[in-house]
């Protein structure tokens, strides 16, 4: 299966530039997806529409790319736009989902309801194209089963993205109106690192393989949400060694796991805070190596010393 590759252009720019025609060539032999990142594609006026994908679909003719990814909110979406999106080789469609709960809907100044969204997301799929969901955790008034709550109901859909997004507090008018008021308070980093952590576990417990956090140019308590994804990464990591640590009959000093490359980092921690914290708790010394044939997210882990051995060492 060819992998695919999201290459993000901007409509109310030139749609084809060097840099992304660059990308699309180096991607050669990849399904290469344009994916249109700054608009709700659907609330723009059709014709309109029309004239982007006319011009997009010139650029997947030249370069040879597989299709356009687009992002709709549940009110925006009908039948014309869905025939019209499927004629212009649109292949996957982003839906916004905010919550599951109708009052917090309003209290954000959002025009749906759920029950519209799911119908929204079932037509989307019956039209055959491919659904991502986007959810927001932590809106104003959300306690925490308000959010598992929404992430269990967006599982239901059966996308294949989920991507949960912290809300900041100018996350729309009416949430920025509410924190000028003093009515909402955007939930702090560690907050947010537990309820993102309890949401990633309800999702990998799926069929659903694709998560992301957060949206590309956000900050969180001032911190990149590049760091900041690194950061509840590793977290969800340090977890799982702990857990294997604790499941084994022996008091373990010294262990290896094996990850795939693009988990090494997170394995170690920010600035190797896991392997830090392994070794001033428990007293356990991490090796991490890498192992390419384990997938994303898998590991093996073993034993290379207990604390038996470690005092038999000692004797000797």
């Not at 690192?193 to 417990?205: G, N």
């Not at 590991?299 to 051995?309: A, E, F, P, R, V």
Request: charged letters at 35%.
């Amino acid at each position: 299966m060819k992998e695919k590759i999201y290459i993000p252009i901007r409509i109310n720019e030139t749609i084809l530039t060097d840099e992304i025609a660059k990308k699309i060539i180096q991607n050669k032999g990849k399904k290469v997806l344009l994916d249109i990142v700054d608009a709700d594609f659907t609330s723009i006026n059709i014709k309109k529409q029309e004239e982007i994908l006319v011009q997009i679909s010139k650029i997947l003719k030249e370069y040879k790319a597989f299709g356009i990814k687009i992002l709709a909110t549940s009110d925006s979406i009908e039948k014309n736009n869905l025939k019209l999106l499927k004629k212009y080789k649109v292949k996957e469609i982003e839906l916004i989902i905010e919550s599951s709960n109708d009052y917090i809907l309003r209290n954000i100044g959002v025009d749906y309801k759920f029950d519209d969204a799911k119908k929204v997301a079932k037509k989307i799929k019956s039209y055959r194209f491919l659904l991502s969901v986007k959810t927001i955790l932590g809106l104003p008034e959300s306690t925490v089963a308000d959010d598992l709550n929404t992430v269990r109901q967006v599982i239901k859909l059966k996308p294949e993205q989920i991507t949960l997004i912290p809300c900041n507090a100018d996350y729309n008018k009416n949430v920025e109106r509410l924190y000028e008021q003093n009515e909402f308070t955007p939930l702090s980093k560690i907050q947010l690192i537990e309820r993102l952590k309890e949401s990633i576990k309800l999702i990998t417990h799926t069929k659903i393989r694709n998560i992301k956090i957060g949206e590309n140019n956000q900050y969180i308590e001032e911190m990149p949400i590049v760091q900041f994804r690194q950061l509840v990464a590793s977290e969800i990591w340090y977890e799982k060694i702990i857990e294997m640590i604790k499941s084994y009959n022996v008091k373990v000093k010294e262990v290896e796991i094996e990850v795939n490359s693009s988990d090494i980092e997170n394995v170690k921690g920010l600035e190797n805070k896991n392997l830090e914290q392994l070794k001033d708790v428990y007293d356990v010394e991490l090796h991490v190596s890498k192992n390419n044939k384990l997938e994303k997210g898998n590991y093996k882990m073993k034993i290379l010393k207990t604390y038996t051995d470690f005092l038999e060492d000692n004797e000797n």
